[in-house]
């Protein structure tokens, strides 16, 4: 019964997000109060409209499926300036959450988010060195996410990990339409 109220505290009290795609819908639940700043900064991209149209560009099954900066056609979209990096945040990079990707400087996420598709302790940050950012958990549509690992890659030459039929995200929206914590994340700011 404890797990069961923990739960329903965790997604009651922070955000939650649809992605609508190709293959079906994925929810999420967004820890605010462990990731602030990553929140706040995927939050801002979701309220604009930006992820409407991108692709999960890299799915290496049995590790992550990567999305949220190209559009069908591998266009790159502009981004927002980086997020600092809050690996140190105590959530590990388990199956089902939802993490920031970067380049090997630890503060240079942006737009781009990749879903665990195993436990992937390695990604976790330590005392010495900064991991990647997990800031939230697929609460549904996890077979969505299986099912976008099993689609059949390589046809790409400069993106090999693109499942060659591109899975798209149709549209990207806060769930429960609560337009009282756009102005505490500046999802209405242009």
Do not use: W
């Not at 997604?11 to 994925?26: C, H, M, Y």
């Amino acid at each position: 019964m404890l797990c069961f109220s923990s739960l329903t505290l965790a997604i009651t009290d922070n955000p939650r997000v649809e992605l609508e795609t190709d293959l079906g819908t994925i929810e999420l639940v967004l820890y605010a109060d462990k990731a602030p700043e990553t929140v706040k900064n995927f939050l801002a991209y979701v309220d604009s409209g930006f992820y409407n149209g991108t692709i999960f560009h890299r799915v290496i099954p049995g590790f992550m499926a990567q999305g949220g900066g190209f559009t069908f056609d591998f266009q790159e979209k502009p981004t927002n300036d980086p997020v600092v990096n809050e690996s140190s945040n105590g959530l590990s990079n388990e199956r089902g959450t939802i993490a920031m990707a970067r380049t090997s400087d630890p503060d240079s996420a942006t737009a781009q988010f990749f879903i665990n598709l195993v436990d992937n302790s390695r990604l976790d940050g330590s005392a010495s060195k900064p991991g990647y950012t997990v800031f939230g958990k697929v609460l549904l549509g996890m077979s969505v996410v299986q099912q976008i690992a099993a689609e059949p890659r390589g046809q790409h030459t400069a993106f090999r990990d693109a499942p060659n039929t591109p899975v798209r995200i149709l549209k990207a929206k806060r769930k429960g339409g609560d337009n009282s914590s756009n102005s505490e994340t500046g999802g209405n700011s242009q």
